[in-house]
Antibody
């Protein structure tokens, strides 16, 4: 069974750095057909793609946020980590970890999401 | 960067009716890189359609996708109460992903 589970702080203070971890099971991050993205959704708003790590370790970032984001993976731990620097209240959102495969070229499996609130 | 727009913003229909949702891209999109997702209230999104017209595993055949270039359509042929949700289109181009703003489907 394929699962992705996000973990990280529930509350973060402005200007701090947010670190989120995605732990996957049921598939391997070393699989050449799999990549993982982080996607967020502010309350009541639309989905926003943030970053993607491809199977060959290439990384891609949202144009508007790329200076604040870093994505990495630890294949041995089955984890993908996203860091976002200089956090602001507008970054309050549910953050999803999502799998993309070359079978569909789409986001076929989603984590349950983790809600992060930015407030002092 | 390709921008996606979706219309209408909200669709209010009765069970059994047909829903037609539009997704328009600011530049041509490879059909293999166009997908549709359903997000029910309080849930994570789920993949409905990939490659513009292929149904994902377990998706009922009342959902269908079509289109090419800059214009894509998601059709729900006979609405069921559980289809009440927000529907997003998404594309991939030049290592960047974007989502449309979504269409909310209300079942009367």
């Amino acid at each position: 069974q394929v699962t992705l589970k996000e973990s990280g702080p529930v509350l973060v203070k402005p200007t701090e750095t947010l670190t989120l971890t995605c732990t996957v099971s049921g598939f391997s991050l070393s699989n050449g057909r799999v990549g993982v993205s982080w996607i967020r959704q502010p309350p009541g708003k639309a989905l926003e793609w943030l970053a993607h790590i491809f199977s060959d370790d290439r990384k891609s970032y949202s144009t508007s946020l790329k200076t604040r984001l870093a994505i990495s993976k630890d294949t041995s731990k089955s984890q993908v980590v996203l860091t976002m620097t200089n956090i602001d209240p507008v970054d309050t959102a549910t953050y999803y970890c999502v799998r993309r495969t070359v079978t569909t070229y789409a986001f076929d499996m989603w984590g349950q999401g983790t809600m992060v609130t930015v407030s002092s | 960067e390709i921008v996606l727009t979706q219309s209408p913003g909200t669709l209010s229909l009765s069970p059994g009716e047909r829903a037609t949702l539009s997704c328009r891209a600011s530049q041509s999109v490879d059909s293999s890189d166009l997908a549709w997702y359903q997000q029910r209230p309080g849930q994570a999104p789920r993949l409905l359609i990939y490659g513009a017209s292929s149904r994902a595993t377990g998706i009922p055949d009342r959902f269908s996708g079509s289109g090419s270039g800059t214009d894509f359509t998601l059709t729900i042929s006979r609405l069921e109460p559980e289809d009440s949700a927000v529907y997003y289109c998404q594309q991939y181009d030049s290592s960047l992903f974007t989502f449309g703003p979504g269409t909310k489907v209300d079942i009367k």
